[in-house]
């Protein structure tokens, strides 16, 4: 059963706390992203991992880091969270070399910052 | 600058209409084209991908083309359901491999109504 899961699919959290969103895929993707999308605006990419331990920093990184320890996980993490990063937030994996007849989405993380 | 433009924003059928949504771009190169649907709160499901210059495929009701010269595509929905309620986002891939960016249309929001 091709799958991305994320977790947790809610997230309450007072500014200055850090957050962990995680993510698993069944697939065993190379590569892995993390996405953020607002309203209004398109999917915005934060980072990317080609695999375990080969993570690029996206469009909009700052504020942000991963952690791809397994092939099958990709962790984001912020540290001490602000209310702009109030977001849903989506994982996504797809193949090396078929990126563009294979894309998998996760169901989103939506993250309130208060 | 927004490199994927969808028209309309939003967009009310009735039960039953067929609808056509646009999707213009200036991404450089395009590798690919993919529509994907978003039900409300959760993730993207991919309808379809186009690759080739003048493109055109068929899912079921959802039907698509993709001319490369003139950085268009267009999703046709055919005797919409209600089910079909969803935001409609064009993505535009630069590559075929994961080396290569994803640029993420803000969507068209269309709402079937009885």
């Known amino acids: 059963d091709m799958k991305v899961t994320q977790m947790p699919r809610y997230l309450i959290k007072r500014m200055g706390e850090n957050v962990l969103l995680e993510c698993g895929q069944d697939m065993s993707h190379e590569t892995m992203y993390w996405y953020r999308q607002d309203p209004g605006l398109g999917l915005q990419l934060i980072y990317i991992s080609y695999d375990v331990d080969s993570n690029s920093e996206g469009d909009i990184p700052k504020g942000y880091r991963v952690s791809r320890k397994k092939r099958e996980h990709f962790s984001l993490i912020l540290d001490s969270a602000k209310t702009n990063q109030t977001s849903v937030y989506f994982c996504?994996?797809?193949?090396?070399?078929?990126?563009?007849?294979?894309?998998?989405f996760g169901k989103g993380t939506r993250l309130t910052v208060v | 600058k927004t490199q994927v433009e969808q028209s309309p924003q939003s967009l009310v059928v009735r039960q039953g209409e067929n609808c056509v949504l646009q999707c213009n771009y200036s991404v450089t190169p395009d590798n690919h084209l993919r529509w994907f649907k978003q039900d409300t709160g959760k993730g993207l499901v991919s309808l379809t991908v186009l690759v080739d210059q003048k493109d055109k495929t068929s899912n079921g009701r959802y039907s698509a083309t993709l001319d490369k010269d003139a950085k268009h595509s267009t999703l046709h929905i055919t005797a919409t359901l209600l089910d079909d309620t969803a935001t409609y986002i064009c993505?535009?891939?630069?590559?075929?491999?994961?080396?290569?960016?994803?640029?993420f249309g803000a969507g068209t929001q269309l709402i079937v109504i009885p």
């Open positions: 993505v535009v891939g630069d590559r075929g491999s994961a080396l290569g960016r994803l640029h």
């Open positions: 996504a994996s797809s193949p090396r070399d078929r990126a563009n007849t294979e894309v998998f």
